[in-house]
């Protein structure tokens, strides 16, 4: 087959694009610090690549939630404890006015006392956390309890994802915290009632009355224990599964960086080669421009 020159002038020149192309492949990667920036790079390796973004970024929005969640649970925590202290304070005080050395006079200041124990209560009961009312269920924009102690919210608990299939819960309803039912007698105790009937008792010097009302405080304060139990283990639950997470996510931060990230020696030499490549190839080309009848 007789070789033209035009067939060695297609060759070089063909020879000198494919050199260009890889030497500037080499030049996007050393300077993306990526072995794969494009699917014809890896296809099989960018379809891990998406794979593991994928993975971080779910990952990314369950510590989100977690954090979310957290927040929630370490608020309500720290209200119901101090409902429980005002319970507390309410009990003692009607030890000590049920007793002989108490008088009507003791027993109406008293009364004040747990008025404003009531009310204190009361503001605990309607707490917001970023404008939302945490004990409403998911009626959140509007307050759990009336002035009177009545229930406005619902029975629906909020919860939030923590991972593909799992959700933790995260409120209380204020029906479930402030209310209590005994499940051996089927006797229902709420909060409000019971500090009402307990400031009525002192006000009118009812010794009685005033005794009357430790069962429902005592019921209460086991109660609100019970609840404040109940978030710690939430709360547990949370950060049990966030430590689960974030190991999960150095793990696949890992595997996307052994997969898609650079080899900087082995780049650097890649280059080099082919860089002396496309020196060659221009240098070829220079000879075959230089080949014309003129020269003969």
Excluded: C
């Excluded at 979310?68 to 304070?89: F, I």
């Excluded at 009632?193 to 430790?214: F, R, W």
Aim: proline residues 1%; without cysteine; glycine residues 6%.
């Amino acid at each position: 087959m007789r070789v033209t020159n035009k067939m060695l002038s297609d060759t070089v020149l063909n020879g000198l694009l494919s050199n260009t192309e890889r030497l500037q492949q080499q030049l996007v990667s050393m300077a993306s610090q990526k072995r794969i920036n494009r699917p014809s790079d890896d296809p099989a390796g960018m379809s891990r690549v998406l794979g593991y973004r994928t993975d971080l970024s779910s990952i990314e929005q369950y510590e989100r939630n977690i954090n979310q969640g957290a927040s929630w649970l370490t608020h309500t925590e720290s209200v119901l404890t101090e409902a429980y202290d005002l319970l507390v304070t309410a009990q003692e005080v009607a030890i000590s006015q049920a007793n002989a050395t108490a008088n009507q006079s003791t027993r109406l200041a008293m009364a004040k006392e747990i008025e404003n124990i009531y009310e204190h209560m009361l503001s605990l009961s309607n707490t917001r956390l970023g404008g939302r009312y945490i004990f409403s269920g998911y009626r959140t924009s509007q307050p759990a309890f009336n002035p009177d102690g009545t229930y406005n919210g619902d029975t629906n608990v909020i919860s939030v994802a923590t991972g593909q299939n799992t959700t933790v819960k995260i409120s209380l309803t204020g029906n479930d915290v402030f209310v209590t039912t005994d499940v051996t007698t089927d006797v229902t105790t709420d909060v409000f009632t019971v500090l009402d009937n307990l400031k009525l008792a002192l006000e009118n010097d009812d010794v009685a009355g005033i005794t009357g009302q430790l069962a429902g405080l005592q019921s209460s304060m086991d109660h609100v224990n019970l609840k404040i139990a109940e978030i710690g283990s939430r709360a547990n639950q949370m950060e049990t599964t966030e430590n689960i997470l974030s190991n999960l996510k150095l793990n696949i931060r890992e595997m996307l960086s052994k997969t898609e990230d650079l080899d900087f020696i082995q780049a650097a030499m890649d280059l080099t080669a082919q860089q002396n490549a496309y020196q060659a190839s221009l240098l070829a080309s220079q000879e075959i421009m230089r080949m014309n009848l003129a020269n003969f």
